[in-house]
T-cell receptor
Framework: DARVTQTPRHKVTEMGQEVTMRCQPI?????VFWYRQTMMQGLELLAY????????DSGMPKDRFSAEMPDATLATLKIQPSEPRDSAVYFC??????????????FGSGTRLTVV | QQPVQSPQAVILREGEDAVINCSSS?????VHWYRQKHGEAPIFLMI?????EQKGHDKISASFNEKKQQSSLYLTASQLSYSGTYFC??????????FGQGTELSVKP
């Protein structure tokens, strides 16, 4: 089965450090998402891309978060500097969106980030 | 913008039925349903498009009332494997999916 690959699976870092999370979407999927999951906020949409172009990053704290898709096989989410409140599970998801509509999205296994 | 799910949690005995509701204040292109087990990623269950269709997946089905911007997920004759958190995702712009807070479902023997 095709799957979305995220690295690392777990990351513990100190406050103030830079964190980079990576995602390899499913080949052929044209839309890539970054979601953050916490107990309090649930699944929040941070940003998403269509054909590598950013469509919406309004869910991200702009001063410290950045999301990019340098090529079709790689999406990255960076936090600099990291803060304890960034501790969460970060999911990447990919899917195919056409003129006829969206299809089901596939999630990666997530990166569990702990900022101490 | 975030859809509202109800109930927040439900406990069932094996074989019982449940309904999870999802309501949006925005016009929708579609509604997605996902299930997430503890410590795992959400898994896609089904998508409901505009047109009030109803879909089924084993003993799990769903409906979408476009006029009311509401969707319901029906779980019949629940099994232990149905336990998890169910999320509805509302497509408010083409491709943009916003999730509700989730409904935690526990099925007991």
């Amino acid at each position: 089965d095709a799957r979305v690959t995220q690295t690392p699976r777990h990351k513990v870092t100190e406050m103030g450090q830079e964190v980079t999370m990576r995602c390899q979407p499913i080949l052929g999927h044209n839309t890539v998402f970054w979601y953050r999951q916490t107990m309090m906020q649930g699944l929040e949409l941070l940003a998403y891309f269509r054909n590598r172009a950013p469509l919406d990053d309004s869910g991200m704290p702009k001063d410290r978060f950045s999301a990019e898709m340098p090529d079709a096989t790689l999406a990255t989410l960076k936090i600099q500097p990291s803060e304890p409140r960034d501790s969460a599970v970060y999911f990447c998801a990919s899917g195919l969106v056409t003129g006829g509509g969206s299809h089901g999205y596939t999630f990666g296994s997530g990166t569990r980030l702990t900022v101490v | 913008q975030q859809p509202v799910q109800s109930p927040q949690a439900v406990i069932l005995r094996e074989g019982e039925d449940a309904v999870i509701n999802c309501s949006s204040s925005k016009a929708l292109y579609s509604v997605h349903w996902y299930r997430q087990k503890h410590g795992e990623a959400p898994i896609f269950l089904m998508i409901l498009l505009k047109g009030g269709e109803q879909k089924g997946h084993d003993k799990i089905s769903a409906s979408f009332n476009e006029k009311k911007q509401q969707s319901s997920l029906y779980l019949t004759a629940s099994q232990l494997s149905y336990s998890g958190t169910y999320f509805c995702g509302t497509e408010i712009l083409r491709g943009k999916l916003i999730f509700g807070q989730g409904t935690e479902l526990s099925v007991k023997p």
